[in-house]
C-alpha cells in the first residue's frame, strides 16, 4: 500500500524537484500538527493568508452557517447573494470614498488580471509600468508585470508594452506619461524581501499619477488586514489608489480574491464590450461568508493594537551578528542573512525544530518572518528561540 507521501509525489502536480513534503494532520492557533501529534509554529502565515491564525471558531461558524443556504449559484455578477453583497458593504466602509466597488475574485492573481484590464479599458491607454523584483502573481498577465526574469523568461511572449522602475525611486518616477494607463506597485514589497517605500515616493508617486491621468494600482495581496500593523498598508503613507488589490487574508483561510475601485471606474467593465471581466467562481459564497467573519474578528478583537509591540519584540530578540538586517513593517518582516546555502540551512534546522519558515522569491538570502497576528509573546520567544538555535548552530 502505498503512503500518503507516495501518493503525493505520484498524482500532485509538483512545483519543483525539492518539495518540503511535510504533512499535517490538523491545525489551531499558530500551531500545524502533524500526524505524531508534533506541533510546528506556523510563522508564515500559508505566506500571508492565516492572519487570524488556524481554525478560527468564528469563521468556522459562519462557513457552516452558509453551507447550509447554498453554495455556487452563478456566475458572479449576475445573482444578488447575501455573502457577496455584506462582504462588499463592510469593507467600503473601511475604505477611503472612492474606493466603492469590489469585484470579487477566485485569487489575488486573477485581482492583478482584472485591474490590468480595468486600466487599459478606462485610460484607453496601453502602457503598463510595474517595479523590479515586484511580485504579482503567476497568470499570463501577473507574470508580465513581475519584476524577475528568471521567473518569466521560459513563458515569453508575455504583455506588451510593460515597462520597469525601481521601487523608491523618485528620479524614475518621470518615466510615468500620459501614455501610461496604470502604475502597479506593492505598497509593501514582499518577494523581494519585504521593502518598505519611503513616505515621500509614495507621495511623489500619487502625485506623478495624478497629473498625467495614470491609475495607481497598490497590490496589498500580502500587505492588507493588519499585516503592517494598519488595516490596508497605504495608509502609512497618507495616499489612496485609484485601485486596491487584495486576496490572501482576505479570506480568512478560504481562496477570495479583489480588486476595488471606483464606481467611474469600474463602470468600464460594464459595455464596449459587456462583461469585461468575467469569474465562474470569483466571491464564492462561502467564501466570502468566511472573508465576512475573518474581517469581524480582526476588528472586535482589535488584533491590530498589538501588532507594533510584537513587531518590537521579534526586533529585540532576533539580535545576532549573522544577521545582517531585519526589514519589514508589522508583522511583515525579513532577516537578511549572508547567502542563499545558509539561509536554507537555517530554515530547514527551524521546520526540524518546530518552526515553519521559508526565503523569499527574489530575496533568497531573507528568511520570512510573517506570523499570524494573534502569535503570543510566549509564541514569539519560543519561535526566536529556535532560530537563534539555527543560526548559532551553522556559525
Known sequence: MPTLRQLFLANNAQTTNFPLLLEFERAEG??????????????ISGIGVSNLGH???????????QLDKYMHLMVYGEYVQTPQVRFAEKLISLLPANLQSVYFTNSGAEAVEGALKLAKRFTERQQIIA?????????????????NEEFKQAYRPLLPGVNFINFNNLDDLELITTETACVIIETVQGEAGIRVPDAAYMKALRARCTQTGTLLIL???????????????FEHFDIVPDILLLAKALG?????????????????LKDNPILGHITTFGGHPVCCA??????????????????????ALFRKLLAHPAIKQIRGK????????????????????????GVITDWFLHCSNSMR????????????????????????FYS
Do not use: W
Not at 481554525?55 to 452557517?65: C, E, F, G, H, L
Not at 517595479?131 to 519584476?147: D, E, F, K
Not at 468566511?290 to 513587531?311: I, S, T
Open 369 to 392: 518572518i510573517a506570523p499570524p497576528l494573534i502569535i503570543t509573546r510566549k509564541e514569539i520567544e519560543k519561535a526566536c528561540e529556535v532560530i537563534l538555535e539555527a543560526i548559532a
Open 330 to 353: 508589522g508583522l511583515m518582516l525579513a532577516l537578511e542573512l549572508d547567502n542563499f546555502d545558509l539561509n536554507k540551512k537555517i530554515i530547514d534546522r527551524c521546520i526540524e525544530n
Open 55 to 65: 481554525s478560527n471558531p468564528y469563521v468556522i461558524n459562519a462557513i457552516k452557517d
Open 219 to 233: 497590490d496589498e495581496i500580502q500587505a492588507a488586514f493588519g499585516r503592517t500593523g494598519k488595516l490596508f498598508a
Open 252 to 268: 480568512g483561510g478560504m481562496p477570495v480574491g479583489a480588486f476595488i475601485a471606483s464606481h467611474n471606474i469600474m463602470d468600464a
Open 290 to 311: 468566511a472573508g465576512l467573519a475573518a474581517l469581524e474578528v480582526l476588528l472586535d478583537e482589535k488584533l491590530l493594537d498589538a501588532v507594533a509591540e510584537k513587531e
Open 30 to 43: 499558530v500551531y500545524m500538527y502533524n500526524k505524531d501529534g508534533k506541533a510546528f509554529i506556523d510563522l
Open 131 to 147: 517595479c523590479h523584483n515586484s511580485y504579482h502573481g503567476s497568470t499570463h498577465g501577473a507574470l508580465s508585470v513581475m519584476g
